[in-house]
T-cell receptor
Framework: GNSVTQMEGPVTLSEEAFLTINCTYT??????LFWYVQYPGEGLQLLLK?????DKGSNKGFEATYRKETTSFHLEKGSVQVSDSAVYFC????????????FGTGTRLKVLA | DAGVTQSPTHLIKTRGQQVTLRCSPK?????VSWYQQALGQGPQFIFQ???????QRGNFPDRFSGHQFPNYSSELNVNALLLGDSALYLC??????????FGPGTRLTVT
């Protein structure tokens, strides 16, 4: 079946450091891919998305490129801030039927001042 | 335009009780999906409703049931609550199952 694998956290970085959170997926067809962010005690916020191979999603300095050949969708940011501290979820949308979302287990990011 | 809304925000129940959670979809969306997010985990798909019918179900027992009303709003019911049902329950709406928009969630605590 379809699945999403994320690097385990927590990831601890100093402010202004470069961030990479790895995400790989297994899926039939060509799913859409997403990154969501969750702040403590809150729901999910869509951070960025990509709907086809080689698409780059970007938002608030975060970027991720849909790589079909490596089945990956790694999240990157050039310079993190303390306010980026949160849990990040990679997800895919199945390509037929209900288009249900399958999430990874999440990666906690902690940015130190 | 209001987004997806859920009620209540928080809920505390006792083992064995029953609970009903509610979701109002984003305007123009006719499909509602429910997800369970246990502490420290990613959300897991419970089921999806479209045209008042359950269209697909995840790996959850029959204690979890739902309903969709003609105005597309939805309810999630959980019977015979277990401690393990404590989680954040997320509702997501979409136009016929395409890109889903998530609500803020209902945090259920079972004691």
């Amino acid at each position: 079946g379809n699945s999403v694998t994320q690097m385990e956290g927590p990831v601890t970085l100093s402010e202004e450091a470069f961030l990479t959170i790895n995400c790989t997926y297994t899926a039939t067809g060509y799913p859409s891919l997403f990154w969501y962010v969750q702040y403590p005690g809150e729901g999910l916020q869509l951070l960025l998305k990509a709907t086809k191979a080689d698409d780059k999603g970007s938002n608030k300095g975060f970027e991720a490129t849909y790589r079909k050949e490596t089945t990956s969708f790694h999240l990157e940011k050039g310079s993190v801030q303390v306010s980026d501290s949160a849990v990040y979820f990679c997800a895919l949308s199945e390509t037929s039927g209900t288009y249900k979302y399958i999430f990874g287990t999440g990666t906690r990011l902690k940015v130190l001042a | 335009d209001a987004g997806v809304t859920q009620s209540p925000t928080h809920l505390i129940k006792t083992r064995g009780q029953q609970v009903t959670l509610r979701c109002s979809p984003k305007s123009g969306h006719d499909t509602v999906s429910w997800y369970q997010q246990a502490l420290g985990q990613g959300p897991q798909f419970i089921f999806q409703y479209y045209e008042e019918e359950e269209r697909q179900r995840g790996n959850f027992p029959d204690r979890f049931s739902g309903h969709q009303f003609p105005n597309y709003s939805s309810e999630l019911n959980v019977n015979a609550l277990l401690l393990g049902d404590s989680a954040l329950y997320l509702c997501a709406s979409s136009p016929q199952g395409y890109e889903q928009y998530f609500g803020p969630g209902t945090r259920l605590t079972v004691t």
